[in-house]
């Protein structure tokens, strides 16, 4: 039963999600997004190549910052993700998803996990903006380091590393059946065809990386150590050690180009 409060809470959360300003926001956050996945593709194509680089958010907000009129795209960014975090919260607020409890409890954490992923990332991208910014692999392998060294940290880095794990699955799963388009407005004709294109090798490129990444931290908690773990950087070049597997970096370094594309679209054509 609704509260005279907790429905006052509802309505002011819906109008805020109806606001021009926040759904302006959360588009410019979906173009960050993809932003940032078409330059980590483009470091992970280098490296696929033979060259360096960093292939994650910090080398990409990294190559950013240090290009002309970086720090203000890194600004807008910044500002765009934070918005995009708080429609997600908005969004875990006003779920009517599902047709049971445990289905809409299961919504809202699923739209409060990606508001967290979304707030990391604005975080990331607004030191960088502030000329502060730090390796994600580092802080992916210091984190670890602090999980292990708790009681029942193995176990708990084995679970994060499952659940990574996971939600590459649910990535590959939504990329193959094209349950992404629920999410953007479809436009027809041609245009909807390469959206669609876009999304399935996006999505599928993003759930191997995400896959990878679960991989690794597994491999950490078993072996009780954390320079095992790494993070998306790691993940990438970890593909180079499989057969073929510069070709699979190819092909992934090209998915999260395509992914970033998408992600465009999706700030063009949004479902909110």
């Known amino acids: 039963m609704n509260t005279p409060s907790g429905t006052q809470a509802k309505q002011a959360a819906d109008d805020a999600q109806d606001s021009t300003a926040v759904r302006t926001l959360a588009r410019f956050g979906y173009a960050a997004n993809g932003l940032v996945h078409i330059l980590i593709g483009v470091i992970a194509l280098q490296v696929a190549q033979g060259g360096g680089g960093s292939a994650d958010q910090s080398g990409a ?20 993700l934070f918005g995009l975090a708080l429609w997600g919260i908005l969004e875990a607020f006003l779920v009517a998803k599902g047709d049971t409890e445990l289905k809409k409890w299961g919504s809202r954490l699923k739209e409060a996990a990606k508001a967290v ?12 903006a502030m000329g ?26 084995v679970l994060v590393g499952v659940v990574v794990l996971a939600v590459g699955g649910v990535f590959v799963y939504r990329g193959v059946s094209k349950k992404f388009l629920e ?9 909807g065809t390469v959206v669609t294109w876009l999304g399935i090798v ?18 950490a908690a078993v072996k009780h150590d954390p320079e095992q773990a790494g993070g998306l950087d790691e993940a990438l070049k970890s593909l180079t050690e499989l057969p073929f597997g510069v070709f699979l970096l190819g092909f992934v370094a090209l998915g ?17």
């Open 183 to 191: 999410n953007i407005a479809e436009p027809g004709g041609t245009a």
């Open 202 to 219: 996006g999505y599928t490129a993003k759930g191997i990386v995400l896959g990878a990444l679960g991989v690794l931290l597994i491999v």
């Open 132 to 157: 502060d910014g730090s390796s994600s692999s580092q802080s992916s392998k210091s984190a670890s380091a602090q999980l292990l060294s708790a009681p029942g940290g193995v176990v708990l880095l």
């Open 117 to 128: 992923v979304y707030a990391a990332l604005g975080v990331t991208a607004l030191r960088f």
């Open 256 to 272: 999260l180009i395509a992914y970033g594309v998408y992600c465009f679209a999706r700030a063009r054509w949004p479902r909110l």
């Open 61 to 80: 907000l990294g190559a950013l910052s240090s290009s002309p009129g970086g720090t203000v795209v890194l600004w807008v960014c910044t500002v765009g």
